[in-house]
């Protein structure tokens, strides 16, 4: 893996970031993975919204006290008057911030990596992306899955046609986080998932709902048609949901289940996504996330392992250890979707970019993924009538 | 394992079987099972509806020659004039053909082992339902998975309370015997399979789709309350149901999701089930069928084995080889159902019992599994809508 | 599976069995595997070495009181008086008895199955093959997992190249039913294994040291040509052997490496099974045992299974349910070794056989696995230094 | 995780880096696992033995020009003449360089991380322990598996006594690099590998067997006492050993088995330990790193994995992602050791430590490491013979 951007420019893109004071679990994930291939060097940030802790925070995490700001809007000013200011910022706040920060990030030309949900309103995702289309910036949204190789490795496959044509489609992913009564618990950095007006319409949804839908099409490369489903809680008494079972049709008319649950007990972020088509299906699983099973019609099943020599171009490119049996795992692939925004950043400025293939998830996946969300919460007000998505 | 009939008879039962000659695969399974554990023994039968077909089969397999008759009323009739005549009838034909010959049977006295589906008529169903309980005839219907140890193991645990109140509930059922367009090959013996007024109303229901129903009720012990259902064909052209998405309500508002599909191309009738509580889940999965997984709220995961000293006395009395690591199949599986149906048997007639739990499915269950597949087709012609199950 | 006892006698053999009165673990695998694919009756049987407790046993599983005999040489002399005698004996009794009524039931005309190991002492290995071979009796000794369709496929397809030429081997057999002071326990029935002079000269050699010798010949199709060997007890105190690890080369110069444990504390008769080759290595676990792992030299791993189609005819002749997914176990890997004797029998007879391959082990393979039992204890007496085995 | 580092000097230590230029493999492995988690940055190099390749590759990876040096000697003079030179540096160079660039280090007052093994002979070794213990030097040796959490976590409860007194111990480390021929191609990089006077007097024993020997002594904190080893090759005419069997006692009498080989065609560097002990036995394998297997006297096995709340200390400060089904990797193993070396480089210097347990392996473990592989050497010189290892 060789750094198009020390190439281009002689050193890192310099990063922004929003959001990530401890206790976050995500912040170190972004800081570690923006940096891991020196495609980004953390400058600057606001890691909390109150302005102390964000400056203890951001001096923690090795930034200069002079860069830590206390709002977005002191971050884009302060920045900007720089020569060396930053020329992306990553969004990893709360989903109700997301709409905000966003358009403020565009607005000042700040190229982005952004967590999922994208934000928590359809109509202001829909008009983000004219924003960001308008303005040029490349808009990165965290759907950290498909940064994995092997499921880099399963697409690739898919759209080659290894299976043939794809007949079905199998997704889940199960947490166990909120089997319990965490609403009543002191457990407060997660507290704001838990107030319905700032997860959004829908915590599971949203949450990781959003990653699985994201998964299926960027496997397949195939659109939402139809959904019809059940979202609610398993929890007695929650007033966010933890639930949904989703049956839909992707373009084409591939049938496909869509299950997640962030109450399921025991389950520590399991996801499972199986494709089956004419020929043969593929399996992976998040926790054997290095691997891909490729079943045939006679039942064989092969596994192949990330660093493999037979692999792809599009899993060559997302590895760093491209010697077998030596294990990446989540940092790496969060790494992943940096380089390529790295590559969309570069491409705007006219540089030669990496020569990977363009894998990740834009501001369009972002606001097809709210499309979905809003279609599975209309779906089940109607008790699971087939929904369309719209565009 | 002791013999319970030996006990009260001095001998094995006495089995006639309907059905089965090669190249059935099912014929040997039951052959083998029924006489496993001594509990039976094969004494007369009509292997094939072809007479002189029926009477080859019937003497490769160990048959007297007389005994191997040409139709079910001749077997009834030459078996009731010996003093040696069977006791139980196993009936092992096309779907088609259950309802004549279970009627049959049960008018004779005759106990009966049944294939799933009980027949292809919900009316049928409750007709014979109450014509066995008039006469009294023991009928046991062979849901073979629930003859598993661990998956007796896992329905004590669950109503023992072992991960707390049930909440959710996962049961796929996934085979690829139809992923290819075997309509059109030379596989004659499953011919009548994928004819619909053979294999009855929904082909992948009725075959798989009542196996996956009867597991979450037996695991769990809660019937089916609601159905939400999208039954057809993955493969194209077909004109029987090759794949069934079924969202579900059982009693006490449990959700549950049930997958099956019979075109799944690569499977090898793969079996997964999962039932989450409050407190942890379970996992059972029919190509680890020995092992039982039990994952707490912290994420820990045991795996206990058939034969281990701390399993309940429900797989205890289901496994004959008390050593942990000393492997059973599929044959000891339905040797349970028949153990089962012996005891029936032997209580039918007054005599002592194996002391087993009595874990048998039996007619009530073949019922419940034609009420979910009429219930399923109901919901998929109405697109989606919630149908409730009636008793 | 046809049965080619029935088609060339229109019975099957009638078997005595010797040995296996509750509550062996033993005896009801053979009376099951026996009589599972009717090429076995069991006819007359020594349950017990004590008179009365042989009757109650006998009639227990089903034998006529009349043919539950004393004594082995009653039985002989019993069943030599009938028309209806049986034709082959099981001998499954403890190992210090197993020179004795082999010689017997040899002297007698009869065929017999034995469990390993042959006997305690390797002249009368010896003796007693030379008798075999001048009365022409057939002897099969119980290698138990040589019987697994996998294992038979994985000895085809490496006698067949499909990894290059073999260069190492590493097999190990670990359970743990010795790893707590079962001596001072009591579980009676198994007290002669804690016994040297009955259980041999090495208890954990002869009992599954013996199996894995096997099983690594099998394979490979290569004898044993020197052993390094430490052997001894784990367990403190104790005055059998539990633990041998063996450094071996085999004919060619293969490596191999041979671990064997009956006090490895939580294993459940776990046996594992690697040869490697020039191109790839192919794997077999007991615990996965109807599956064979197959890995290339770019590390992909194929998974193949028993029941499907692309295996070779030993496995195929092997298996009963030929429909992937449908499981198999220990019952169906010990019926396959007795279809071979069957076959030797019919062999003998001047009959047609199955046509199957003659893959059951033999009385040369019992006489192997003394002669490396007792070159174990010779390099471990002498500090491990390297023994040849002689032919 | 919190950075003493910073909390203590308010910037990360200054690195030197020797060797891993392109292609090698390790050198992007110490990159981002030194500066992963800001106790390290990157501040100088050779990065090459060419001067022109080292410049270029120093620059590439974000060096300024001005600190890639052309030899150890320039790298140090250069870096003592800055006000902010280096702390420390990474040795990881070919075997045979490691002594000399050591002790350049060392005499330099700086302290070290290298690779292993720690030399080419145990004299070298021995007189660099002295000399690092003179100039109090802190030296981690690159056990990379030694820092993967789950293995931190067998020890962890192996010293406390879960699984009772240890017993029994098989590590294995498996790798098909050398599988074939590699002798003869164009993979030039790794090279001198196959060069008896560079990678020292056992090629396997010192690549992997090393690793090997401190997992067993890191996870049951016993020492190793005697061995006997086969060490050869697989490949027929390799000049280096590929392969070395080696049976073992640690202190107080346990018992294991070691086996090593870089030419088991297929493998992916497969790591597998097993302690066995009175009351249950644990198992980690490299593939399933971030679990860990514990199983009981019964029969049970618990799985336990990264992340979860459960763990000792010891996996908790080796997880950047405490949460279960978060999976980390090499990179991270080697962040460990890292993070192991700054705390002792904080303790030097009378700053306080993360706090974390002291679990990187020293020179006393590299020395250790020497020890092993001439004692192997030894014993298979002498056909086996048993050696004692001196302290």
Not at 320 to 334: D, I, Q, S
Request: proline share 5%.
């Amino acid at each position: 893996m060789t750094n198009p951007v020390f190439a281009a420019l002689g050193r890192p893109f310099r990063l922004g970031i929003v959001g990530g004071a401890p206790p976050s679990m995500i912040g170190p994930v972004h800081r570690i993975a923006a940096s891991m291939d020196q495609c980004f060097t953390l400058a600057a940030g606001v890691l909390s919204s109150r302005p102390e802790r964000s400056r203890a925070a951001g001096v923690a995490v090795g930034l200069v006290e002079s860069r830590c700001y206390g709002t977005v809007e002191d971050l884009i000013a302060g920045e900007r008057a720089r020569d060396d200011g930053i020329e992306a910022v990553a969004i990893i706040t709360p989903n109700d911030s997301h709409a905000r920060y966003l358009k403020l990030a565009i607005s000042a030309g700040l190229d982005v990596m952004i967590e999922k949900p994208l934000c928590n309103d359809l109509g202001d995702a829909k008009t983000l992306r004219e924003l960001a289309a308008s303005t040029g910036c490349a808009v990165a949204v965290t759907h950290t899955y498909s940064g994995y190789p092997m499921v880099r490795e399963m697409r690739a496959r898919c759209l080659a046609g290894e299976i043939g044509a794809v007949r079905l489609v199998q997704v889940e992913y199960l947490a166990g986080g909120l089997a319990t009564a965490v609403e009543l618990g002191p457990d407060g950095h997660q507290r704001w998932r838990l107030q319905p007006e700032r997860s959004g319409p829908s915590l599971v949804l949203g949450d990781i709902g959003t990653h699985a839908h994201h998964l299926v099409s960027f496997v397949t490369g195939q659109p939402f048609e139809t959904v019809s489903a059940d979202v609610g809680a398993l929890h007695p008494g929650r007033k966010v949901h933890d639930v949904a079972q989703v049956r839909f049709r992707l373009a084409g008319g591939i049938r496909g289940q869509l299950d997640v649950c962030n109450a399921a007990a025991g389950m520590s972020n399991h996801i499972g996504l199986r494709v089956y088509g004419e020929t043969g299906h593929m399996e992976w699983l998040h926790r054997r996330h290095n691997e891909l099973a490729i079943a045939s019609l006679n039942g064989e099943v092969r596994v192949i392992a990330a660093g493999q020599p037979m692999l792809t171009a599009d899993a060559q490119h997302s590895s760093r250890l491209l010697h077998p049996g030596h294990p990446e795992g989540l940092h790496e692939a969060v790494a992943n979707l940096y380089c390529g925004l790295a590559d969309m950043m570069l491409a705007r400025r006219g540089h030669a970019t990496s020569g990977a293939p363009r894998l990740v998830p834009t501001i369009d996946d972002g606001v097809a993924g709210l499309a979905f969300v809003m279609a599975c919460l209309e779906s089940s007000a109607r008790d699971g009538a087939a929904v369309f998505l719209g565009s």
